[in-house]
């Protein structure tokens, strides 16, 4: 079995840790901060962690990486339900214009945990390190990487101590330093393509007082909508909370008054599919407001042609990120964290021919959800810049299936709402939704008489007054 070093003790790293472990690999998670984790789902709510700031942000728990921990970490499933997290069918949640589903045995793998990311990876983080093999060291940075030819053979900390490992493992996430360490070592790079997801949320959390929910639950897992200028989501939680997220443009600068509370709060009350969640008596808040932008869609490949690294293997968003509020990276990261366990468990010797299967099936997974997001965003991005610039915003192609159709044409056809569940939770890839003949056809045949009423958001007027304080003009 092999020595492994995991760079990273957030959600992907432990993740890895845990998988790996199960194999029978020794396995040591570097984490840089020093912090002393919280012993308490309380605790975990206040946490810190500057070196992961979507920590703070609201969470949706995909079905793919929810059926993994149910199939193959059971202990860690059954401790997030321990912990006071709540499990939904979506299928029980289906659009009530479509009346009664015909339900499959597929279904049944729709499932989703609700749980705050601040719970998950506290659960997480104890099943984990309970596990024999696995141990952590805090407070130290991974500088560099140790090689001797095209293979990793462990890293060096600040103060120059060089750890020996068989395999070492990043999970740094988005911040990745893995281009500065690799070309440090004299290894080969990688091949970075980036983009901007060209929004910034703004996330507050709050606890229910209510006994039934204060408002309507339209996907689910929570309550939400896209809108020509802003999306709002409602996130359910663990133990009674829930979230709201609300997002603009970056160069928006009219809506930068979101991070005050008392405007998030106006703008929240005026989106009438989430009003009655912050009505008086309903709910109280628990949390400031949260702002993160500068999030880009990025993929980070080997370059063609140049040979490939061994022992060394990003994983989670040091491989591939895609703007947050598709609720993709967590399901993403652990699976590739049991895709790693796999590899060595079918092919253990460190060599060329295990980096380039990696490779092969790492690139295999994410390129679908990169390319995704990325035309997701680009269709999001140019329908709220015309939105705020006061222009009338382009209309899809005939014949082009996108994800703002399919949603639409979702709550009239059944086989397109399951097939669009199927793919945000992640258990068909995109194509199944965007390439497929027949829903195409579906979706042109729901949509030739125009598109079906949506829930009410707020105007861009009601939005700007609201969030400005200027209630007369609403």
């Avoid at 910034?200 to 309550?223: C, D, H, I, K």
């Avoid at 939400?224 to 939680?237: E, K, N, S």
Wanted: aromatic share 6%; glycine share 10%; net charge neutral.
């Amino acid at each position: 079995m092999s020595n492994v070093i995991i760079v990273g003790g957030s959600v992907v790293g432990l993740g890895a840790a845990l998988a790996l472990a199960d194999h029978g690999h020794q396995v040591r998670i570097i984490e840089r901060s020093a912090d002393q984790p919280p012993s308490t789902v309380e605790e975990a709510a206040s946490w810190r962690r500057p070196t992961a700031p979507q920590f703070l942000q609201s969470h949706a728990f995909a079905s793919l990486g929810c059926n993994l921990l149910r199939d193959r970490a059971r202990d860690v499933y059954d401790g997030l339900r321990a912990a006071g997290a709540g499990e939904v069918n979506l299928a029980d949640y289906s659009p009530p214009t479509l009346g009664d589903i015909t339900r499959r045995p597929e279904d049944d793998d729709l499932r989703m945990v609700l749980s705050r990311r601040s719970t998950f990876e506290h659960v997480l983080r104890e099943r984990t390190l309970a596990r024999p093999g696995v141990s952590v060291t805090t407070g130290e940075t991974v500088r560099g990487l140790v090689a001797s030819g095209n293979r990793v053979t462990g890293v060096r900390l600040t103060n120059g101590t060089a750890i020996d490992a068989d395999i070492v493992v990043d999970a740094t996430g988005r911040r990745t330093a893995a281009q500065t360490w690799l070309a440090e070592a004299g290894l080969p790079g990688r091949d970075v393509t980036s983009e901007s997801c060209k929004i910034v949320y703004y996330t507050r959390y709050y606890r229910q007082l209510s006994e039934r929910p204060p408002g309507p639950l339209n996907r689910g897992f929570g309550a939400g909508g896209l809108w020509d200028h802003y999306t709002a989501v409602l996130f359910l939680g663990d133990n009674r909370t829930f979230s709201i997220s609300l997002g603009v443009l970056p160069e928006d600068t009219a809506m930068k008054g979101l991070r005050e509370e008392e405007a998030f709060t106006r703008a929240v009350r005026a989106t009438p599919l989430l009003a009655g969640w912050v009505a008086p008596g309903n709910s109280e808040p628990i949390s400031p407001v949260y702002a993160m932008g500068s999030l880009d869609n990025s993929l980070r490949l080997p370059v063609d042609g140049r040979p490939l690294v061994q022992g060394f293997y990003p994983i989670g968003d040091s491989l591939c990120t895609t703007n947050p509020s598709y609720g993709r990276g967590v399901s993403l990261g652990l699976t590739q964290a049991f895709m790693l366990a796999d590899l060595l468990a079918e092919h253990p010797v460190v060599d060329e021919v295990q980096a380039r299967e990696f490779t092969a099936r790492s690139t295999q997974m994410v390129r679908p959800w990169y390319e995704e997001a990325v035309a997701n965003d680009r269709g999001r991005a140019a329908l709220w810049e015309a939105t705020v610039q006061g222009r009338q915003p382009q209309r899809p192609p005939a014949g082009v299936v996108t994800f703002g159709t399919a949603v639409a044409a979702a709550s009239q056809d059944e086989e397109v709402w399951r097939r669009v569940a199927n793919v945000m939770m992640m258990l068909k890839p995109p194509s199944a939704l965007y390439a497929d003949d027949e829903i195409r056809a579906r979706v042109g045949k729901v949509l030739s008489g125009g598109p079906p009423p949506q829930l009410p958001g707020a105007s861009r007027a009601d939005l700007l007054a609201a969030v400005s304080g200027d209630l007369v003009a609403q």
